[in-house]
């Protein structure tokens, strides 16, 4: 599910370098996938990945999946904006689809509320088959 969007402005190189990786993958990537993909462009150690992925989360450029301790590239122009992204993991083939949806963000919302909560973002992973692996 690789979908082409822009670059946002203002990137380092090392920044450009891992939104790039992410971008070109068909899966969700590990900060140790992603330096051994950048060590002939320079990358040695962790800490330049991990700074780089850092500044590209706070952008909305990049995801973390908590539960894979992996990294998507956002496939959402002004993701940034919502408030709530959900992802669907295939357990089978590795496929994450991004998804986003005012009704489950409303009700999240409200759920915290009812806890005296005050939720500013959130990110649900649901975990399963995707069609194609179910239909195999």
Known sequence: ????????????RNQSLV???LSRANAPLSAYTILDQLREEGFRAPPQVYRAL???VEMGAVHRLESL???VACRH???DGHETVAFAI??????????????LAHHLKGLAK?????LKKSTVELRGTCA?????
Do not use: I, R, W
Not at 93 to 103: K, T
Not at 114 to 118: A, I, N
Not at 132 to 136: F, I
């Open 1 to 12: 599910m690789n979908v082409s969007h822009q670059m946002p402005a203002g990137l380092t």
């Open 19 to 21: 939104l790039s990786a």
């Open 54 to 56: 850092d500044k590209l």
């Open 69 to 71: 301790n992996a990294f």
């Open 77 to 79: 122009p002004d993701c």
């Open 90 to 103: 295939c357990d089978t083939c590795g496929m994450v689809a991004e998804l986003s949806d005012d009704d």
């Open 114 to 118: 009812k806890t005296g909560f005050v």
């Open 132 to 136: 194609s692996c179910h239909a195999a």
